[in-house]
C-alpha cells in the first residue's frame, strides 16, 4: 500500500505532520477529516515502479482534446446541480490519461483545502493556460460556472477544428 505524508492543522490551529499508509490520497484526506484536522498538504511517498510509471506518463502529454472533454463533463454534471468537488471527482473517475486523472484529484484536494477552483487549476499551468484560468475566475464570481465552462469547451472544440485545417492545408 502507498505511503502518504500529511500536514494538517488541528482545531487549535496547530501545524500537525505524519505519515499514513493508505490506497488513495482521498482515503487519507477522509481519514484526516474525520480525526477533525484540517488538510494543508498530502504527498504520496514515491516507491521505485511509480517512478518509472511518472517518467512514461511524463512522456505521454495530456492533449487538448482530452482537455475540451474534460470542460464538457464537468460543465454537463455542474448543469444537472452537482457540488464542484463531487462533479470533478465523477468526472476523473471516467478519464483514462492518468497524468490528467492525478491532476484533477489534486484539484480537488486543493479545493477541499480551502482554494477556489481558479487558484487550484491555475496551479497547473501546462494544462490549465491562463484563459482557461481567467475564464473560471469570472464564472467563479459571476456564479455562471457550468456556463462558461460550456462556453470554453465549445471555443476548445472550434479551436482544434482551425488547426486541423490549417495543418490540412499546410501539407498540401
Same mark, same amino acid.
Given at each position: 500500500?502507498?505511503?502518504?505524508?500529511? +500536514?494538517?492543522?488541528?482545531?487549535?490551529?496547530?501545524?500537525?505532520?505524519? %505519515?499514513?499508509?493508505? /490506497?488513495?490520497?482521498?482515503?487519507?484526506?477522509?481519514?484526516?477529516?474525520?480525526?477533525?484536522?484540517?488538510?494543508?498538504?498530502?504527498?504520496? /511517498?514515491? +516507491?521505485?515502479?511509480? =517512478?518509472?510509471?511518472?517518467?512514461?506518463?511524463?512522456?505521454? #502529454?495530456?492533449?487538448?482534446?482530452?482537455?475540451?472533454?474534460?470542460? $464538457?463533463?464537468?460543465?454537463?454534471?455542474? $448543469?444537472t #446541480?452537482?457540488?464542484?468537488?463531487?462533479?470533478?471527482?465523477?468526472?476523473?473517475? !471516467?478519464?483514462?490519461?492518468?497524468?490528467?486523472?492525478?491532476?484533477?484529484? !489534486?484539484?480537488?484536494?486543493?479545493?477541499? #483545502?480551502?482554494?477556489?477552483?481558479?487558484k %487550484?487549476?491555475?496551479?497547473?499551468?501546462?494544462?490549465?493556460?491562463?484563459?482557461?484560468?481567467?475564464?473560471?475566475?469570472?464564472?467563479?464570481?459571476?456564479g =455562471?460556472?457550468?456556463?462558461?465552462?460550456? +462556453?470554453?469547451?465549445?471555443?476548445?472544440? !472550434?479551436?482544434?477544428?482551425?488547426?486541423?485545417?490549417?495543418?490540412?492545408?499546410?501539407?498540401?
Open positions: 500500500m502507498p505511503k502518504y505524508t500529511y +500536514r494538517a492543522r488541528d482545531k487549535s490551529g496547530q501545524l500537525i505532520t505524519g %505519515a499514513i499508509e493508505s /490506497q488513495d490520497k482521498y482515503a487519507v484526506a477522509s481519514s484526516l477529516r474525520n480525526l477533525g484536522y484540517s488538510i494543508v498538504q498530502i504527498t504520496a /511517498q514515491p +516507491r521505485i515502479q511509480d =517512478l518509472t510509471s511518472s517518467f512514461i506518463q511524463n512522456i505521454r #502529454g495530456i492533449s487538448r482534446r482530452e482537455i475540451i472533454v474534460f470542460t $464538457r463533463q464537468l460543465a454537463t454534471l455542474l $448543469r #446541480g452537482n457540488t464542484l468537488t463531487s462533479s470533478l471527482d465523477n468526472v476523473a473517475e !471516467q478519464i483514462r490519461n492518468q497524468r490528467l486523472k492525478d491532476i484533477i484529484k !489534486q484539484v480537488i484536494l486543493d479545493i477541499q #483545502g480551502g482554494l477556489s477552483f481558479s %487550484a487549476a491555475s496551479k497547473h499551468p501546462k494544462v490549465f493556460d491562463d484563459f482557461f484560468v481567467s475564464m473560471v475566475r469570472v464564472g467563479e464570481a459571476g =455562471l460556472l457550468d456556463e462558461v465552462l460550456e +462556453r470554453l469547451a465549445q471555443l476548445g472544440t !472550434q479551436e482544434l477544428e482551425i488547426r486541423t485545417r490549417i495543418q490540412s492545408s499546410l501539407i498540401y
